[in-house]
Nanobody, 124 residues
Framework: VQLQASGGGLVQAGGSLALSCTVSGGAFKDYVMAWFRQAPGSEREFVAAISWTGVQAEYVDSVKGRFAISRDNARNTVTLQMNSLKPEDTAVYYC??????????????????WGQGTQVTVSS
């Protein structure tokens, strides 16, 4: 199973970016999908996750109301729309897939497959 993330870049505070992650080699429609991020010197933290059907979504408190996760099972793609970006959102963003659970989780250890990461930099 391979995850390919894209869409990162440099944006000013208040701007928007959309990250995409495409999954190949696995049964995408059966995976819980998530985004994590890691800032320099920090632990990798949960950002958002979405269930198989897309009905259930979870977010870290710091991005609620600003970020939205969605998925397209026909295209094996999960998207993280990030609005009203802040400098503290600067990090490498990773997409991840949980191939064995049916419930959304915020726990990093639950995710089996990881993408390579895409850099998001928000300038003040």
């Amino acid at each position: 199973v391979q995850l390919q993330a894209s869409g990162g870049g440099l944006v000013q505070a208040g701007g928007s970016l959309a990250l995409s992650c495409t999954v190949s080699g696995g049964a995408f429609k059966d995976y819980v999908m998530a985004w994590f991020r890691q800032a320099p010197g920090s632990e990798r933290e949960f950002v958002a996750a979405i269930s198989w059907t897309g009905v259930q979504a979870e977010y870290v408190d710091s991005v609620k109301g600003r970020f939205a996760i969605s998925r397209d099972n026909a295209r094996n793609t999960v998207t993280l729309q990030m609005n009203s970006l802040k400098p503290e959102d600067t990090a490498v963003y990773y997409c991840a897939a949980d191939g064995y659970s049916s419930h959304v989780s915020k726990t990093r250890q639950r995710y089996d497959y990881w993408g390579q990461g895409t850099q998001v930099t928000v300038s003040s």
